[in-house]
Structures are given as structure tokens and as C-alpha cells.
């Protein structure tokens, strides 16, 4: 069996994912890691499977790519079979008004001190940025992480909050 990543990207409309889910499971493709959104009006979804040739998946995806209104991309990538959690689980909130770099500052301070961002979103409403990021930090690092994101939060004009995260929740 093949481990796949599947990336689907384009103008939002109802039924991309059952579209997706469909040509996949006709396929015998089993899909075991998914994420999707909206962005702006447009869809966004990446996820894995274990199933037939990369080929073959994007050869069954193609009609749904046909009128230029979807991307689909695909490629085979390598298990990486069980792996041990690389630090402690921690929630990262930032909020405050909209301005260039919010991201690259407050994730740099965490990738400074050995953290992991496992996932992340963004979003602009109005004037206000909100930033959530789910990161694995080094044990024992969490209070002098806090203290950098807060000066670093400072300086930037925004609000910033560390929590551990809730490990009984998806």
C-alpha cells in the first residue's frame, strides 16, 4: 500500500469533500489524516491516505480539476510510523490588531526555544488578527517561553496567551 498527500485548493462550493471522499474510497484509498477550511471563499484541504499509486489518484481526481475551478495535487510520501510526542503540548493564542509579522515573530520565539508548531490558523475580522497555534515545547520550557512571547507580544501590540493544552481532545 501507498501513503499518499493529497492537497485540494480552489473557489469554495458545496461538495468538494464528498467529491474527494468519493473518488478516494472508490479507489480503496483509505484516508486517515484530514484537514479543511475556508479561506476567503476559497477551499483548502490536505490530507493523507494509504491506498492505490499516486497515479492512479490523480488520474480519478482529474475530472473533478477539469474545469480549472480545483487544484489537485498528489504525492507519495514516506510513513513515518509511531513516533514518541517531541516535547509538552501547549496552546498559543495571540490577538490584536491586524499588522505584518505577527506570525514570524511569535512562531520564531517558539521555534527559538526547541518548539514544534503542529498546527495553526489564522484569521482577519475586521481589524482584529487572531493566531491559534497548537505547539510541543522542550519539558520544562513553558515559563521562560511565556516570558519571550510576552515581551515579544509587546513589542508588536498585541495580546498573547500560553496554556497547556487539553491532551483528551482531538
Sequence with gaps: ????AITVIGRDRPGIVAD????????GANLTDSTMTRLRGHFAMTLICVGPAAADVEAALAPLAAEGQLLATV?????D??????????????????????VAAMTRVLTDAGG?????????TGSLYVVVAEVE????????V???????????GVGVSLRPADTDLL
Design 116 to 124: 514544534n508548531v503542529t498546527d495553526l490558523s489564522t484569521r482577519l
Design 20 to 27: 474527494v471522499a468519493e473518488v478516494l474510497a472508490r479507489l
Design 137 to 144: 515545547l522542550p519539558p520544562g520550557s513553558a515559563d521562560e
Design 146 to 156: 511565556a516570558g519571550r512571547l510576552t515581551r515579544t507580544a509587546a513589542e508588536l
Design 81 to 102: 510510523g509511531q513516533t514518541a510526542p517531541g516535547g509538552e503540548p501547549y496552546v498559543m493564542a495571540v490577538h490584536g490588531a491586524d499588522r505584518m509579522g505577527i
Design 75 to 79: 504525492r507519495a510520501v514516506t510513513p
Design 1 to 4: 500500500m501507498n501513503e499518499l
